[in-house]
């Protein structure tokens, strides 16, 4: 699953493929019900919300999924 955790404004101007949206704050009740052992990739505009995002699903789910965090963010993703 490919989760953007930038703003709803953002995401809607532009986001990856299949990506869905949910804000930082929202991110560890989106996963609760997400499969065991899922991989998640973590996207934002720069990085820096998408590592706060994985923080957050570590603190609360330990090793429970598989996380990526997009270096660079968006940023990153759109020019390569």
């Known amino acids: 699953i490919i989760i953007d955790v930038r703003s709803r404004e953002d995401y809607d101007r532009w986001h990856v493929k299949d990506a869905v949206n949910v ?23 720069r990085g820096g919300r998408s590592f706060r995002a994985a923080r ?7 090793s429970r ?7 660079g963010g968006i940023k990153g993703y759109k020019y390569h």
């Open 65 to 71: 999924y598989k996380l990526y965090v997009v270096r």
């Open 23 to 45: 804000e930082v704050d929202s991110i560890t009740d989106y996963v609760r019900d997400i499969y065991e052992n899922t991989k998640i990739v973590l996207y934002c505009e």
């Open 56 to 62: 957050l699903i570590e603190q609360e789910y330990n």
